[in-house]
């Protein structure tokens, strides 16, 4: 069966230190999405691609960068980690068709120390 | 700016009762998703809602769409304790450059007590 994986599950890291997200998904989807969930605010929008080589801001990109180089993965980089990403993160993909179901990851819970 | 208002954020009742959840905006969607997320999970969509007026059921769960697609409701009949999660609505401007970039309601935690 199709699947949205993502890695690590759970990570710990400190202020300043470069951090990567995996993302994969096994759906072919084109389009891909980062998400960070705090409570009160629902998701936000972080980044996005539309293919292999596009990137995309949304509305939370401060602070984070995706790169596409083939349609299974999106990873995302916090370039230099901040206590105000801590956060869970969720990764999601979605056909071509209009409307079509958007299928989420399991999410990445991040703590900034 | 929250595009996407959802209440209320917290709603505890008992087993059996019945409950609905809002979600309003003033910006009009092409169509309006309900998903429901466990902890340690991802959300999991329920239901997609495009047509204005639309009402959509799912066993004891009915969603409908506002006729100017600006709002959505989800009404829960006979609450049962295997209800209880978060419940999000994520509104889709699909088309042009906005295609499936969902803008999401604050969620509602939903706890249903035996």
């Known amino acids: 069966d199709a699947e949205i994986t993502q890695s690590p599950r759970h990570k710990i890291t400190e202020t300043g230190r470069q951090v990567t997200l995996a993302c994969h998904q096994t759906?072919?989807?084109?389009?891909m999405f980062w998400y960070r969930q705090d409570l009160g605010h629902g998701l936000r929008l972080i980044h996005y691609s539309y293919g292999v080589q596009d990137t995309n801001k949304g509305e939370v990109s401060d602070g984070y960068s995706v790169s596409r180089s083939n349609t299974e993965d999106l990873p995302l980089t916090l370039e230099s980690a901040a206590s105000s990403q801590t956060s869970v993160y969720f990764c999601?993909?979605?056909?071509?068709?209009?409307?079509?179901?958007?299928?989420f990851g399991p999410g990445t819970r991040l703590t900034v120390l | 700016t929250q595009l996407l208002e959802q209440s209320p954020q917290f709603l505890s009742i008992q087993e059996g009762e019945n409950l609905t959840v809002y979600c309003n905006s003033s910006s009009v969607f092409s169509s309006l998703q309900w998903y429901r997320q466990e902890p340690g999970e991802g959300p999991v969509l329920l239901v997609t809602v495009v047509t204005g007026g639309e009402v959509k059921k799912l066993k004891r769960l009915t969603f409908q769409f506002g006729d100017a697609r600006k709002d959505s409701s989800l009404h829960i009949t006979a609450a049962q304790p295997g209800d209880t999660g978060l419940y999000l609505c994520?509104?889709?401007?699909?088309?042009?450059?906005?295609?499936?970039?969902?803008?999401f309601g604050q969620g509602t935690i939903l706890t249903v007590h035996p």
């Open positions: 994520a509104g889709d401007r699909t088309g042009g450059t906005s295609y499936g970039k969902l803008t």
């Open positions: 759906w072919n989807h084109n389009n």
């Open positions: 999601a993909s979605r056909g071509d068709r209009a409307p079509d179901t958007q299928y």
